[in-house]
């Protein structure tokens, strides 16, 4: 049996039909598989069809360059990841402050802790408001605060000395 005779003969013909068929059948689940991965990646109709048409129309090739161009990450991925971070940022902002000794539950404007009576914060020494400890002025009556000395804690709500006003 000769190569020639091979060729010729009908199974040659059949080996042949089935590889184009499987040619084929493999062209049309690349496109498919470019469809669904690119619905799963990009919210816009046109980009999806633009992919699944560069897929289809460079055989072989197409999908290959859409991998290349395609969002890196899952429209569900993106999704939870800004859904999680905006949680976070909810529980950053209702965040229940506490008393650093006795880990009860004070509201923000509190001077003292009601259950170990620990300072939290101090008085404005001309309104009476609550200062943070990094404050340099009262921000609702502009007192300003006196600052700290180095390596001591800060003293709120003390006043600074004002400077008398000197003419030239």
Request: charge should be negative.
């Given at each position: 049996m000769t190569l020639a005779s091979f060729i010729s003969s009908g199974t040659s013909h059949a080996v042949l039909n089935g590889l184009l068929f499987f040619a084929f059948v493999l062209w049309l689940c690349l496109g498919f598989w470019a469809y669904k991965d690119a619905k799963r990646r990009m919210e816009d109709p046109l980009f999806v069809g633009l992919s699944v048409l560069v897929a289809l129309?460079?055989?072989?090739?197409?999908p290959f360059i859409y991998m290349l161009f395609r969002p890196p990450e899952y429209l569900s991925d993106v999704r939870e990841r800004e859904l999680e971070i905006k949680a976070i940022e909810d529980r950053i902002n209702a965040a229940d402050h506490r008393c650093p000794v006795c880990h009860a539950e004070v509201d923000e404007s509190y001077l003292v802790c009601p259950v170990c009576t620990t300072k939290l914060k101090q008085a404005c020494v001309s309104c009476g408001a609550p200062l943070e400890p990094i404050w340099q002025v009262c921000p609702y009556c502009?007192?300003?605060?006196e600052p700290a000395e180095p390596g001591a804690p800060p003293a709120l709500g003390t006043r600074r000395p004002r400077r008398a006003a000197t003419r030239r």
């Open positions: 129309v460079i055989p072989y090739i197409g502009e007192t300003p605060i």
